[in-house]
């Protein structure tokens, strides 16, 4: 793209900061707002400037709201005994729409890695402490990705929440609903197969 | 996306409106837009509300321009007598990286397509036309894609130059460079052959 091409240019840039946006793609999506949906790119450009200005941590669960507390956490009818700990924002999302759990939510924004200087305060886990402390919370569950480094993440959490004898629970392994045998990894079998359940 | 989640979905839906992009993308991008990228995020907005605001269609060669003429149309260095005919801006900057192409363009924003609805005044053939009866110009360059509905397109306005007693040329079709003619399809193939040039 020259450099005479302005202001369509700076905004083909701008694009491309978009995740799996190249400039090719940037140039496609530019255009089409601007020839066919002018509409959506005026909407775009408004909610866009709203998020930019108020969109931060929510104080209490770290997920990201317009308010200082968001909506779940300012819910009255959620449960304060339980918190559930996930990686990002997304999962709150996944699990409120998979699931009728009724408790809190706390959002690491990341997950422990040393090697990349990601500490335990980098995911929040000071404020996690001090909400461990004040007695309310029963259980917590680890619902942390089920890699390695989420895998360690739950296990350092475990250590802390145990220091407040706080009951720990880890989301179950095992055959996902629909899956098949044949194709199922082994190690995921493994833990269906350990952690499987009398039928009464 | 639960209702309750606010201005987060609210930005998800408005970038589900750029092209390839669905509610799954549009959600990775946001977060990593406020998680990530916020600087990147302030940026996007601020061009693209920009953009909405100025951006236009330029008045004598139809592309997309922040001016009422754009800078090919403004620049003195470019020469009248020849027109370029493209279908998108997006050909315009094609052709300026590739080329040393000097003189103006005219961009359609689309092709003939009257089951569609596109006739020639939605293709700008109308202000086309008024530039021709000029007699400025001596040569128009017809660079519409080398689809059925380009190639009606190129006839269609060659016809209207003709009766201008303007020259009207076509690109050359022909083996790409870097080529090879084992993967080439016939109909690019027989036109290599007819297009062939002596060398000298």
Same mark, same amino acid.
């Given at each position: 793209m020259s450099q005479k091409l302005g202001l369509l240019t700076e905004l083909i840039d701008a694009l491309c900061?978009?995740? +799996?946006? +190249?400039p090719k793609s940037a140039q496609r999506m530019a255009l089409h707002l601007f020839q066919r949906d002018r509409g959506g790119a005026e909407n775009l450009a408004k909610v866009l400037q709203v998020a930019v200005n108020t969109l931060q941590y929510c104080k209490q669960c770290r997920t990201l709201s317009e308010h200082e507390l968001c909506e779940l956490c300012r819910? !009255?009818?959620?449960?304060?005994k339980t918190i559930c700990v996930v990686e990002s924002p997304a999962d709150v999302w996944v699990i409120n729409q998979a699931n009728n759990y009724k408790g809190q939510f706390f959002v690491l924004n990341g997950r422990l890695s040393p090697l990349d200087g990601v500490g335990p305060e980098e995911i929040g886990l000071d404020i996690l402490e001090q909400q461990l402390e004040t007695n309310k919370v029963t259980e917590l569950i680890l619902a942390t990705n089920a890699t390695v480094e989420g895998e360690a993440t739950a296990h350092f959490i475990a250590q802390i929440a145990q220091q407040y004898k706080i009951k720990v629970s880890r989301l179950a392994h095992g /055959? !996902? /609903?629909? +899956?098949e045998l044949e194709f199922l990894d082994s190690s995921t079998l493994a833990h269906a197969f350990t952690g499987r359940r009398i039928i009464e």
């Open positions: 900061c978009l995740p +799996g946006v +190249g819910s !009255p009818k959620r449960d304060e /055959v !996902p /609903v629909g +899956g």
